[in-house]
Protein backbone atom coordinates (compact mmCIF):
# COMPACT_ATOMS: atom_id res chain seq x y z
CA UNK A 1 0.00 0.00 0.00
CA UNK A 2 0.84 3.03 -0.90
CA UNK A 3 1.17 5.54 2.06
CA UNK A 4 3.23 8.70 1.33
CA UNK A 5 1.21 11.03 -1.51
CA UNK A 6 4.00 13.26 -2.72
CA UNK A 7 3.28 16.46 -4.83
CA UNK A 8 5.80 16.50 -7.64
CA UNK A 9 6.82 20.25 -6.78
CA UNK A 10 8.48 18.82 -3.77
CA UNK A 11 11.23 17.64 -5.84
CA UNK A 12 12.42 20.98 -7.53
CA UNK A 13 12.34 22.37 -3.88
CA UNK A 14 15.51 20.14 -3.00
CA UNK A 15 13.70 17.79 -1.03
CA UNK A 16 14.19 14.95 -3.98
CA UNK A 17 16.93 13.38 -1.71
CA UNK A 18 14.69 12.98 1.11
CA UNK A 19 11.97 11.24 -0.70
CA UNK A 20 14.32 9.56 -2.43
CA UNK A 21 15.33 7.75 1.12
CA UNK A 22 11.93 6.63 1.82
CA UNK A 23 11.48 5.01 -1.03
CA UNK A 24 14.84 2.91 -0.42
CA UNK A 25 13.66 2.18 2.90
CA UNK A 26 10.52 0.65 1.68
CA UNK A 27 7.87 3.60 1.99
CA UNK A 28 7.08 4.11 -2.05
CA UNK A 29 5.83 7.61 -3.09
CA UNK A 30 2.49 8.05 -5.05
CA UNK A 31 4.09 10.81 -7.35
CA UNK A 32 0.94 13.78 -8.04
CA UNK A 33 0.94 16.84 -10.24
CA UNK A 34 -2.05 18.97 -10.28
CA UNK A 35 -3.91 16.72 -7.68
CA UNK A 36 -3.59 13.64 -10.38
CA UNK A 37 -1.51 10.39 -9.68
CA UNK A 38 1.77 10.55 -12.01
CA UNK A 39 3.93 7.83 -11.08
CA UNK A 40 4.94 5.43 -8.04
CA UNK A 41 8.83 5.64 -6.87
CA UNK A 42 9.77 2.14 -5.10
CA UNK A 43 13.26 0.73 -4.36
CA UNK A 44 14.82 -1.08 -6.55
CA UNK A 45 14.27 -3.90 -4.50
CA UNK A 46 11.02 -3.77 -4.33
CA UNK A 47 10.55 -3.18 -7.92
CA UNK A 48 12.63 -6.28 -8.50
CA UNK A 49 10.32 -8.43 -6.45
CA UNK A 50 7.42 -7.25 -8.35
CA UNK A 51 8.89 -8.06 -11.56
CA UNK A 52 9.87 -12.05 -10.01
CA UNK A 53 6.65 -12.17 -9.08
CA UNK A 54 4.91 -10.95 -12.40
CA UNK A 55 7.21 -13.65 -14.33
CA UNK A 56 5.92 -16.26 -11.77
CA UNK A 57 2.37 -15.39 -12.30
CA UNK A 58 2.66 -15.56 -16.34
CA UNK A 59 4.91 -19.07 -16.31
CA UNK A 60 1.73 -20.24 -14.22
CA UNK A 61 -0.93 -18.52 -16.09
CA UNK A 62 1.06 -20.79 -19.10
CA UNK A 63 0.55 -23.90 -17.20
CA UNK A 64 -3.07 -23.51 -17.33
CA UNK A 65 -5.39 -25.33 -19.94
CA UNK A 66 -6.42 -22.76 -23.07
CA UNK A 67 -10.32 -22.64 -22.06
CA UNK A 68 -9.72 -21.30 -18.23
CA UNK A 69 -6.39 -19.09 -19.82
CA UNK A 70 -8.77 -16.87 -21.68
CA UNK A 71 -11.21 -16.40 -18.59
CA UNK A 72 -8.30 -15.51 -16.95
CA UNK A 73 -6.99 -12.95 -19.18
CA UNK A 74 -10.26 -11.23 -19.70
CA UNK A 75 -9.96 -10.79 -15.91
CA UNK A 76 -6.63 -9.63 -16.43
CA UNK A 77 -7.54 -7.36 -19.03
CA UNK A 78 -10.75 -5.62 -17.24
CA UNK A 79 -8.38 -5.37 -13.83
CA UNK A 80 -5.59 -3.49 -16.01
CA UNK A 81 -7.98 -1.07 -17.44
CA UNK A 82 -9.98 -0.19 -14.34
CA UNK A 83 -6.81 0.05 -12.69
CA UNK A 84 -5.93 2.80 -15.28
CA UNK A 85 -8.87 4.67 -14.24
CA UNK A 86 -11.18 3.66 -17.26
Do not use: W
Not at 60 to 86: F, M, V, Y
Request: net charge positive; hydrophobic share 40%.
Amino acid sequence: MIETITPITLFNKGKASQLFAKAINGKPLLVVKNNAPVAVILSKDEYCRLYQLAHICEQSIESIPEPERQIIGKILSELKTAGKGE
